[in-house]
């Protein structure tokens, strides 16, 4: 499956944004899809994730200012994005996780908050 993610962009600290990752095939049957995001000079940090009953989980930085969401009928997973701070100014990729196959991932999508 090939991840499209979009929606990234340039907005003032306190604002938001909504980020889509569209798969190109079903994403009912896995064992999740979500958002991890890096920022320059540091790792690859999971942002949330939403598994396939519709558990999610989010990273204590996150938590009560993003919300993940998905829509089975377009194949979309979104990510809400509201009070953006400028630590969260980095790049965003969508990734999913199948069962008894590796983790998919797309292409990163850039946010950048201002001060």
């Known amino acids: 499956v090939q991840l499209q993610a979009s929606g990234g962009g340039l907005v003032q600290s306190g604002g938001s944004l909504r980020l889509s990752c569209e798969a190109s095939g079903s994403i009912i049957r896995i064992n999740g899809i979500g958002w991890y995001r890096q920022a320059p000079g540091k790792q690859r940090d999971m942002v949330a994730v939403i598994t396939s009953s519709g558990t999610t989980n989010y990273a204590d930085s996150v938590k009560g200012r993003f919300t993940i969401s998905r829509d089975n009928a377009k194949n979309t997973v979104y990510l809400q994005m509201n009070n953006l701070r400028p630590e969260d100014t980095a790049v965003y990729y969508c990734?999913?996780?199948?069962?008894?196959?590796?983790?998919?991932w797309g292409q990163g999508t850039l946010v950048t908050v201002s001060s």
């Open positions: 990734y999913i996780m199948r069962p008894s196959l590796p983790a998919s």
